[in-house]
């Protein structure tokens, strides 16, 4: 699951289908939040595919996921030579991203993020990722 905003969205993968999708629908409805279905392709989790950068922006792979699916945010392709780039991670103000996808981290840098870089190669002889390894908890007034 990716949550921007008050939406959040559910990759449909060999994990996830549409019925596990329809009762997160239900649970998180009452506090205001819509789910809205990705299909995944390529990869095996939604944010091996894409995740957000910002408040208003995602990184991407279009080749993974549709990326009509997000047209309410502003949008950055990963570049090309580097599928698997769009596993970032989001701290508060900055963006945690992979030593290994250089031209993909200028382009998050371009758009205004501040992104920290770090190393996580041995996480990723794994198919991890930095979202893979992170458990993010905000308090009240956080």
């Known amino acids: 699951m990716l949550t921007v905003g008050k939406t959040v969205y559910v990759g449909l993968s060999r994990r996830t289908n549409?019925?596990?999708?329809?009762?997160l629908e239900h649970a998180v409805a009452p506090f205001g939040y819509?789910?809205?279905?990705a299909a995944v392709d390529g990869c095996l989790h939604l944010k091996s595919a894409v995740t957000a950068?910002?408040?208003?922006?995602?990184?991407?792979?279009?080749?993974?996921i549709d990326p009509r699916v997000f047209a309410a945010h502003d949008?950055?392709?990963?570049?090309p030579s580097e599928a698997a780039a769009a596993n970032v991670l989001r701290v508060g103000d900055r963006v945690l991203v992979a030593a290994a996808f250089p031209r993909t981290n200028d382009r998050?840098?371009?758009?205004?993020?501040q992104i920290a870089?770090?190393?996580?190669?041995?996480?990723a002889k794994a198919?991890?990722?930095?979202?893979?390894?992170?458990?993010l908890?905000?308090?009240v007034g956080s």
Do not use: F, K
């Open 18 to 23: 549409a019925d596990g999708a329809r009762q």
């Open 34 to 37: 819509r789910v809205v279905r």
């Open 53 to 64: 950068v910002s408040d208003g922006a995602v990184l991407l792979n279009p080749a993974w």
């Open 75 to 79: 949008r950055i392709d990963v570049d």
């Open 108 to 113: 998050v840098g371009q758009r205004g993020a």
């Open 117 to 123: 870089i770090v190393d996580v190669s041995e996480v």
């Open 127 to 135: 198919e991890g990722a930095l979202t893979c390894c992170s458990i």
């Open 137 to 139: 908890v905000r308090t």
